[in-house]
């Protein structure tokens, strides 16, 4: 089975250009995470989206940064303007449907993107 | 404040030498605790859930306790390939959706 893709794998770019980092989740989860890790703040959540519709994005740093889930299949994160401190690992997961029983899920990690902003 | 740490920040063992990981959490609601593996390079890789206090998960040489405090990740003679960063993670309950909150990780090194 193909794991959670996301692309491209390394970024770099000029302070105030437009990045966009795109994901594409493991076929049939409801849930889409996209989290930032940083060695001084770890992994942080940004935002998440249950059937494609945001849940929670109080994890977003500024208005800098949107992120879209326009269908079931595909996800967007974009940052403009960048910014030096925006460099980072930015991290797509995904988990299933929650059961009625165990209401919890594991994710399931991309490889990241490596965002580096000059 | 929900929060979650971890320690030791590093830890690092001989090829055998078996030895624990913590992870400690306050939250409000807990609805589930998660270890994940982390190489370089890549994304971090799920090993357990754990679902209330005592319950206890194996995978080959790890194995994940709970209590209402804190979760430990055993590590029994530990081999040169189970070099990584462990990442804990606690499931929060909120009014209309759960928060996931990631501890810092330990950074486990085993040296032949």
């Known amino acids: 089975d193909a794991g959670v893709i996301q692309s491209p794998r390394h970024e770099v770019t000029e302070m105030g250009q437009e990045v966009t980092l795109r994901c594409k989740p493991i076929?049939?989860?409801?849930?889409l995470f996209w989290y930032r890790q940083t060695m001084m703040r770890g992994l942080e959540l940004l935002i998440y989206?249950?059937?494609?519709?945001?849940?929670?994005d109080s994890g977003m740093p500024e208005d800098r940064f949107s992120a879209k889930m326009p269908n079931a299949s595909f996800s967007t994160l974009k940052i403009q303007p960048s910014e030096p401190r925006d460099s980072a690992v930015y991290f797509c997961?995904?988990?299933?449907?929650?059961?009625?029983?165990?209401?919890?899920?594991?994710?399931?990690f991309g490889d990241g993107t490596r965002l580096s902003i000059l | 404040e929900d929060q979650v740490t971890q320690s030791p920040e590093a830890l690092r063992l001989q090829e055998g030498e078996s030895s624990s990981l913590n992870c400690s959490y306050t939250?409000?609601?807990?609805?589930?605790l998660f270890w994940y593996r982390q190489d370089p390079g890549k994304g971090p890789e799920f090993l357990f859930t754990?679902?209330?206090a005592g319950e206890e998960k194996e995978k080959e040489r790890l194995k994940a306790t709970l209590t209402k405090k804190e979760s430990f990740l055993h590590i029994t003679a530990p081999k040169p390939e189970d070099s990584a960063t462990y990442l804990c993670?606690?499931?929060?309950?909120?009014?209309?959706?759960?928060?996931?909150?990631f501890g810092p990780g330990t950074s486990l090194s085993v040296i032949p």
């Open positions: 754990l679902y209330s």
């Open positions: 993670a606690v499931q929060a309950r909120r009014t209309s959706y759960d928060k996931v909150i």
């Open positions: 997961a995904s988990s299933p449907r929650r059961d009625r029983g165990l209401s919890n899920q594991p994710q399931h």
């Open positions: 076929s049939g989860h409801d849930y």
């Open positions: 989206f249950n059937n494609n519709v945001p849940i929670d």
């Open positions: 939250v409000s609601g807990l609805r589930g």
